[in-house]
């Protein structure tokens, strides 16, 4: 039961999530990419002020042989406008990519997607000293313009891309023409959430259960015995077929009350009264 439910909650943390590739780690240096597309973002928290970073990305040929171009698009974007400044060209002809403004700032991500003439991109970032920002996140998928082979699947607007980039929860064509909406991967997502819910509380409900039973089990074993006594007759509760007995009527006269209680004196107790001694005679 812990392995299948290990196996579900890796599964589902998965599903729809791809390695990012951070741009600060490759300043200065070219990334070698052998997958069918990367996710590649400025850095892991906010810019600093004033960063510069100047990085060449490659992409290796398709599996049909064809040679690759790279389309890339801009997932996200939260920047200074003015004062930032990102900058993609090709990496052959150092020319600005198709349908690419001459830099990008600001907030709001360009529509379409941009496409190189060759298998290598350069990607130039640079920050003013005022405030920072979270920065940007590239979606960067290699494809060619040639017939769809069976692993591969055609965009909207004419891109082989690979098969399996389908319906996986990120728009690598620019205009979600390869997502599903309630695909595969989001009905799995959630089906496999709640599985995992489930298991989880039957298990933390179970072990409460066993742990109060252990707990009553001893409290029972180390507990007294008290015995039962009667009750006796005057707290006796009568039956309901039991006739009532009356009342023991006491009277309550005046003699009853002296031969009861006597009562005090009602004057003060008489006087002493003195007792001449017996005068003794002289023995002759």
């Given at each position: 039961?812990?392995?299948?439910?290990?196996?579900?909650?890796?599964?589902?943390?998965?599903?729809?999530?791809?390695?990012?590739?951070?741009?600060?780690?490759?300043?200065?240096?070219?990334?070698?990419?052998?997958?069918?597309?990367?996710r590649l973002k400025l850095t892991r928290r906010d810019y600093p002020s004033n960063f510069k970073c100047n990085t060449s990305v490659v992409f290796s040929d398709t599996n049909s042989g064809q040679p690759a171009r790279l389309m890339?698009?801009?997932?996200?974007?939260?920047?200074?406008?003015?004062?930032?400044?990102?900058?993609?060209?090709?990496?052959?002809?150092?020319?600005?990519?198709?349908?690419?403004?001459?830099?990008?700032?600001?907030?709001?991500?360009?529509?379409?997607?941009?496409?190189?003439?060759?298998?290598?991109?350069?990607?130039?970032?640079?920050?003013?000293?005022?405030?920072?920002?979270?920065?940007?996140?590239?979606?960067?998928?290699?494809?060619?313009?040639?017939?769809?082979?069976?692993?591969?699947?055609?965009?909207?607007?004419?891109?082989?891309?690979?098969?399996s980039l389908q319906c996986d929860d990120h728009d690598q064509c620019g205009d979600e023409s390869d997502e599903c909406g309630w695909g595969f991967g989001l009905v799995a997502a959630?089906?496999?959430?709640?599985?995992?819910?489930?298991?989880?509380?039957?298990?933390?409900?179970?072990?409460?259960?066993?742990?109060?039973?252990?707990?009553?089990?001893?409290?029972?074993?180390?507990?007294?015995?008290?015995?039962?006594?009667?009750?006796?007759?005057?707290?006796?509760?009568?039956?309901?077929?039991?006739?009532?007995?009356?009342?023991?009527?006491?009277?309550?006269?005046?003699?009853?009350?002296?031969?009861?209680?006597?009562?005090?004196?009602?004057?003060?107790?008489?006087?002493?009264?003195?007792?001449?001694?017996?005068?003794?005679?002289?023995?002759?």
């Open positions: 039961m812990f392995r299948v439910i290990v196996f579900l909650a890796l599964w589902t943390c998965t599903i729809g999530h791809t390695p990012k590739e951070y741009l600060e780690d490759y300043c200065g240096k070219t990334l070698y990419h052998q997958g069918p597309w990367l890339v698009v801009v997932h996200k974007l939260e920047t200074k406008c003015p004062g930032d400044r990102l900058t993609l060209v090709d990496g052959n002809t150092s020319v600005l990519l198709k349908e690419a403004k001459p830099y990008l700032c600001g907030k709001h991500e360009p529509k379409d997607a941009m496409f190189t003439v060759s298998s290598s991109l350069i990607v130039n970032f640079q920050s003013d000293a005022s405030e920072n920002d979270d920065g940007f996140e590239l979606y960067i998928t290699r494809f060619h313009l040639g017939i769809c082979d069976p692993t591969e699947f055609r965009c909207a607007r004419g891109p082989c891309i690979g098969k959630l089906l496999g959430a709640t599985c995992l819910g489930s298991l989880l509380t039957i298990l933390v409900f179970c072990c409460c259960c066993s742990k109060f039973r252990s707990r009553c089990s001893k409290s029972n074993s180390r507990g007294r015995i008290i015995p039962v006594f009667r009750r006796s007759e005057t707290n006796r509760t009568p039956a309901l077929d039991e006739p009532k007995k009356a009342p023991l009527e006491v009277p309550l006269s005046v003699s009853h009350l002296e031969q009861t209680h006597p009562a005090f004196y009602s004057l003060s107790p008489p006087a002493y009264t003195a007792i001449p001694l017996p005068t003794k005679t002289p023995i002759q």
